[in-house]
């Protein structure tokens, strides 16, 4: 629970996971290389809509999926996110539990 917090106190990564909710609202200027429902959203769109470093935005992947809180599909060479509903689940009952 605690790498969730950690990962979800940078702005940029707790943006980011809203626009995860709903992907195909926040991501329709990109044209998708898969379903984003079942996939996710193609790492270079997350990077294009955040306009950081593509290593930025990996780094910041990287640290939300350690977390549990996505989860990666890999196409071809590219690497699609999408919210781990499940384990977002478990957080959300085990803070209720806490407080």
């Not at 995860?20 to 379903?35: N, Q, S, T």
């Not at 930025?56 to 599909?73: D, I, K, N, P, W």
């Amino acid at each position: 629970m605690l790498e969730a917090f950690k990962a979800l106190a940078n702005p940029v990564r707790l943006q980011i996971m809203r626009w995860l909710r709903d992907p195909d609202h926040e991501f329709a200027d990109y044209e998708p290389i898969a379903d984003r429902q079942t996939v996710g959203v193609c790492v270079s769109h997350i990077q294009a809509k955040t306009g950081l470093a593509q290593s930025t935005v990996s780094s910041y992947m990287a640290a939300l999926e350690r977390a549990g809180l996505v989860q990666s599909t890999r196409i071809g060479k590219w690497t699609h996110y999408r919210r781990d509903e499940n384990h977002l689940s478990q957080l959300s009952t085990a803070i209720n539990t806490l407080l």
